[in-house]
């Protein structure tokens, strides 16, 4: 049995220790980098992507559980973004700004943008704030009309200040203008929450492209993996594979599926069952539990670490694919996971959840960082508590 009682209370306790020690109550926004006790780490930048990250989870939290502080933490990051990311002349979101506010980096990535647009159409369906609406509509505009590749489909991802094409950031991986899996299946992700919010025809337009592009051409259906890095024109770079995305893009997709109508599709079924199917054969650690890092392409696993995102991502992976099959080799892949997370990675001691463990078993990394936000680990909670995507609630498994 699942119980959903335990997820909605480690809900509580992840968003209680962001409560506690997320918010810069001296500069505004949330505090760049915590260290494991929740110590502020002094002068850290503080980044669009974490800071939308934090207004979708205390959204995304307050639909589940209308708690104030939910909402009062949500407000907190609206406003931070607003004031101090926004960029009302030439529109879209900086990436990066200083502790104190100001920006540090004016460059406008489309990773970063997609997390706009998911965290204020978030707080437009927790709060029903119509400015967050138009915000994230007004996002999506701007990238579809500096972004979209009309020839390729799919997004160009990097730009300056002004909306002019750059060279990728280091931090993505690739050079010059190739493209990545990685900000297209936010891209997925967040148009995903767009049309939920706003049911716009353009919205939609662009979902179905990316559904398109997910299941044919960024998975690798042979193989069962996504490719990391492509030409312009979808050719596949030479890429690890990496598990965590390849879990977390099988549910998302399915996600993607039923909001536009077509959920059932046998397409997205078949991909989303071949992506869970090989992280299950091949990244589940069935000695110790928990999902590894990453793998190459013969199937050998060559990054054993367990990280924070993989285990969460693949917590709604695994009991989306048993959803989809039957098949309850994934029930008993989720089994394994869960044990891992409620005995490894939740930090006992200061809370939440450690962001690394080598596999000597020693815990390294911040508790709080420009990436690690309750996104992921509070996202799985909820999933598995309140949105139920899966249908599972319904066939006896779940626990009340």
């Not at 406008?108 to 965290?119: M, V």
Request: one cysteine or more; proline letters at 5%.
């Amino acid at each position: 049995m699942i119980d959903r009682d335990k997820y909605l209370h480690h809900l509580h306790e992840i968003m209680a220790f962001w409560i506690k020690h997320g918010p810069d109550t001296r500069h505004g926004g949330f505090h760049g980098a915590l260290d494991r006790r929740g110590t502020p780490l002094p002068s850290q930048p503080k980044s669009l992507v974490q800071h939308a990250r934090f207004l979708w989870a205390f959204s995304a939290a307050y639909r589940v559980d209308p708690q104030p502080a939910y909402r009062q933490m949500a407000d907190h990051a609206f406003s931070f973004l607003r004031e101090r990311f926004y960029d009302p002349v030439r529109l879209g979101w900086y990436y990066l700004v200083s502790a104190e506010g100001l920006p540090l980096n004016k460059q406008k990535h489309l990773y970063g943008q997609s997390f706009a647009i998911y965290g204020l159409s978030e707080y437009f369906l927790a709060f029903a704030h119509e400015e967050a609406l138009q915000l994230a509509l007004q996002t999506f505009d701007v990238i579809d009309q500096f972004g979209h590749d009309d020839q390729w489909r799919g997004y160009r991802e990097s730009f300056s200040e002004e909306w002019e094409p750059i060279p990728q950031h280091p931090d993505y991986g690739v050079s010059g203008d190739r493209k990545t899996m990685n900000t297209h299946i936010h891209l997925l992700e967040s148009l995903t929450n767009l049309y939920r919010a706003s049911q716009e025809a353009p919205v939609k337009t662009r979902l179905e492209e990316l559904i398109d592009l997910c299941t044919h051409t960024i998975t690798d259906a042979r193989r069962g993996r996504v490719h990391l890095f492509f030409e312009p024109d979808w050719t596949p770079l030479p890429s690890p594979v990496s598990y965590g995305h390849d879990i977390e893009l099988s549910w998302l997709l399915r996600e993607a599926g039923d909001v536009c109508g077509f959920g059932n599709a046998p397409a997205i079924h078949e991909t989303s069952l071949r992506l869970a199917g090989t992280v299950l054969r091949k990244g589940l650690d069935r000695e110790d539990g928990g999902v590894f890092y990453e793998g190459d392409e013969s199937g050998q696993v060559t990054a054993k670490q367990k990280v924070w995102w993989v285990q969460a991502e693949a917590l709604v992976g695994f009991l989306n694919a048993y959803a989809l099959s039957g098949d309850e080799s994934f029930l008993d892949a989720f089994a394994h996971v869960e044990e891992w997370v409620f005995t490894r990675q939740v930090d006992r001691e200061y809370g939440e959840w450690h962001q690394e463990i080598t596999p000597e078993g020693e815990c390294r990394g911040e508790k709080g960082s420009i990436w690690k936000t309750p996104y992921h680990n509070g996202r799985a909670c909820m999933e598995i508590v309140h949105h139920t995507p899966f249908s599972i609630l319904d066939s006896g498994i779940l626990g009340s």
